[in-house]
């Protein structure tokens, strides 16, 4: 039987943020803790050398300007010279200082300084070696016990050598500094723990707003399309909150569009189907007539379901975001053509009134489309040879397109009810097979466009009808992104 495959543990976005954080704190005060140690370390051993130098330049001023107290004549052996240098040298912590002549040692300071280095036989044999040269050094030196920092300084007189040894034990001159280093170590441990504490709340207000989103993403179901996230702040994840409700939205006018094109298409076309069926099944098959007339019937139903189907097809299209392809469009020549192809839809008493003399942001086609629908409109509620009019003007940085006729009109009750889908007004004559959807049609092409339908309209006396739509975009898109 194969293995599955083993599941990758999920670490949480607060942890893999958080992780970084208290790494990079935790490299900044390791990187801060070896600097200064570095540079304190750097410093005990230059002050350690200054104070060696300092021993060779006064035993080589006693050397050549001193002499001996016990012949109150200038040195003549390094036995005396070293001898009297280490009855008046004062040692400081850490330090130690011892005399060989001869390769032996002879002298050693006194018996309560810190640091004995005749007691070490490794140090002992390795200045030895060093007080051969006839040159002063100063150099570490390590041996099973301790570290040092020895200065050697060579004397030599007639028929005898020695040298003075003087030491530094860096463990006990570096003591200050371990104890500081682990002072700041326990410091930083506590400030990274604190880095943590805080970092863990900071991060945890910071993703609020995504668990918010997730829980609210989770939630929305077939059924609840009307919860959103909340938005608070100004920052990116307010942003993406934001953006997340406009999918949402669309998201939501998506899902009702397919519910209203299902309800619609099962509204309508149960009718005509049913009208259709009920006639074949009622028709006399050896009657040439009633075939015909049937026939007739059935075609016609046919056309408006087909009518009626291409309409509930536009406004289920009208929610999809390619629905308009707006470009700069010059008004004028719209306004022509749409006059000039409403002619063609009814003997009416067409004029132009008005022509802007602008270009608009919007779709020509889909505008046309809009705006022959109200001129159909127009001709379909007033009575033949009626003046209708149709014209185009800007106002207050809006564009206003329009047909205005003298037909039937609609009553003030009436208005939100055409504007329905498959509304229709009351007066509207019964000869009008109209399925009532022109008007949603227009509605959706001019509030994809970001616009408006206005009616004015008084019962006997006429309609007007026009597209409010803006200018230009929100946005030019003939800007860069980087200058928009």
Do not use: C
């Not at 002619?343 to 809009?370: F, K, M, N, Y």
């Amino acid at each position: 039987m194969p293995m599955s495959p083993p599941v990758p543990r999920r670490t949480s976005l607060r942890a893999r943020i958080m992780l970084p954080m208290i790494l990079l704190a935790a490299l900044a005060l390791v990187l801060a803790g070896v600097v200064s140690a570095s540079i304190q370390h750097n410093a005990i051993i230059s002050g350690i050398d200054d104070q060696l130098e300092g021993t060779r330049d006064e035993l080589r001023v006693l050397a050549t300007q001193g002499v001996d107290p016990s012949t109150g004549q200038p040195f003549t052996t390094p036995s005396a010279l070293l001898r009297s240098y280490l009855a008046r040298s004062a040692v400081v912590d850490a330090a130690g200082e011892m005399a060989i002549v001869d390769g032996k040692v002879a002298w050693v300071s006194s018996s309560d300084v810190p640091v004995r280095p005749e007691n070490d036989a490794q140090l002992v044999e390795e200045v030895k070696v060093l007080a051969e040269d006839d040159e002063s050094v100063i150099r570490t030196l390590a041996t099973d016990s301790a570290r040092y920092r020895a200065l050697v300084v060579p004397v030599q007189f007639p028929g005898s050598t020695g040298a003075l040894v003087t030491v530094y034990d860096l463990g006990l001159a570096e003591a200050g500094l371990r104890q500081t280093m682990l002072v700041y170590s326990l410091t930083g441990l506590i400030t990274l723990l604190l880095v943590a504490l805080a970092s863990w709340r900071v991060v945890g207000t910071v993703l609020r707003p995504i668990e918010e989103l997730r829980r609210t993403t989770e939630a929305i179901g077939e059924r609840d399309l009307a919860t959103r996230v909340p938005v608070t702040g100004h920052d990116e994840l307010a942003r993406l909150s934001s953006t997340v409700n406009l999918m949402l939205d669309r998201v939501q006018r998506a899902v009702e569009g397919q519910r209203n094109l299902l309800d619609d298409v099962g509204h309508e076309l149960r009718t005509p189907i049913t009208v259709v069926r009920g006639h074949l099944e009622l028709v006399d098959a050896s009657d040439p007539d009633d075939v015909a007339q049937t026939r007739d019937l059935a075609l016609d139903e046919l056309d408006r379901m087909g009518v009626l189907v291409n309409d509930l097809l536009m406004l289920a299209k009208s929610t999809e975001s390619d629905f308009v392809n707006p470009t700069w469009t010059d008004l004028a020549v719209l306004t022509d053509q749409v006059a000039e192809k409403a002619r063609a839809l009814g003997p009416r008493a067409w004029r132009l009134e008005s022509v802007a003399d602008a270009e608009a942001w919007l779709d020509p086609l889909r505008i046309t489309q809009a705006w022959l629908q109200l001129a159909a409109n127009a001709v379909k509620y007033s009575a033949e040879g009626s003046p209708v009019s149709i014209g185009s003007r800007l106002h207050r940085g809006e564009v206003h397109l329009w047909v205005a006729d003298e037909g039937i009109g609609i009553a003030p009750e009436e208005l939100h009810r055409v504007r329905e889908r498959f509304g229709r007004a009351r007066n509207a004559p019964d000869q009008q097979h109209g399925a009532g959807l022109g008007l949603s049609i227009v509605e959706s092409i001019v509030g994809a466009h970001g616009g408006r339908l206005d009616i004015e309209s008084e019962a006997g006396a006429g309609s007007t009808f026009t597209l409010v739509l803006p200018l230009g975009p929100a946005v030019d898109p003939t800007t860069r992104d980087d200058e928009a």
